[in-house]
């Protein structure tokens, strides 16, 4: 039973998703005028030179993933460019339904490998409707998803973004309540996208435990 909500959810989420997509440059004009017109972000280092928090104190959001996309684009260590991911000189997509949320990272952090990580950039989850790939969105920490990898801590935070509908939504208690047990879908998506048994869950921590990981992750310069 619950399998068809989740893909009922998912069918809802991509018609959702379509006028978003088709509006796709007008959109990303839009919410980067609102946020840092100083950056660039098709010269920059998107690893580098976006700031972790923004200057009101939200934290900074770079969307690799948009909702309802399976294309699996990320920002090379390398070249700090965001770019589509190639296997065996193919573009990569996800074998899988389509994300189920934004999917990004938050700019000058790596996940430390003293601390279990695999030391690449944080990975971060903004719930709601599609933002478009490239976007720097200011967010508020709701908890963190814990998961792991061959092994290795992949955790990812989970946000919301600062103008989004549910800004009051304070936690995943919370979150849960009024995205009617989103968490569940969260957590089925994420450990069944790169096959069975090859991401395990570890369970949600709360808003204090993702904000310590996010201070144990940020690159001190």
């Not at 770019?83 to 990004?104: A, H, Q, S, W």
């Not at 944080?122 to 709601?128: A, K």
């Not at 968490?183 to 310590?212: C, R």
Request: with cysteine; aromatic share 8%; charged share 25%.
């Amino acid at each position: 039973m619950f399998k068809i909500t989740f893909i009922l959810f998912l069918g809802t989420l991509l018609l959702n998703s379509c006028n978003e997509l088709e509006n796709n440059n007008l959109v990303k004009d839009k919410v980067n005028s609102e946020i840092d017109n100083s950056f660039n972000l098709n010269e920059g280092n998107l690893l580098k030179d976006v700031n972790t928090y923004d200057s009101e104190g939200f934290i900074n959001a770079l969307i690799e993933i948009p909702t309802g996309t399976r294309e699996k684009w990320e920002v090379s260590k390398k070249t700090g460019q965001l770019e589509l991911n190639t296997k065996k000189g193919k573009p990569r997509k996800i074998e899988y339904l389509p994300y189920p949320v934004n999917y990004g990272m938050i700019p000058n952090t790596l996940l430390p490998k003293e601390e279990g990580g695999d030391g690449d950039p944080l990975d971060i989850i903004v719930i709601g409707d599609p933002i478009p790939k490239g976007t720097v969105v200011p967010c508020r920490i709701l908890g963190v998803l814990k998961l792991l990898d061959k092994g290795e801590q992949d955790d990812k935070l989970i946000a919301i973004r600062a103008e989004s509908q549910y800004y009051d939504v304070n936690n995943i208690q919370e979150l849960d309540s009024a995205k009617n047990d989103l968490t569940k879908l969260i957590e089925i998506w994420f450990t069944n996208y790169k096959g069975p048994g090859k991401m395990v869950f570890q369970g949600y921590g709360d808003v204090s435990e993702a904000m310590h990981l996010l201070e144990l992750s940020i690159v001190k310069n």
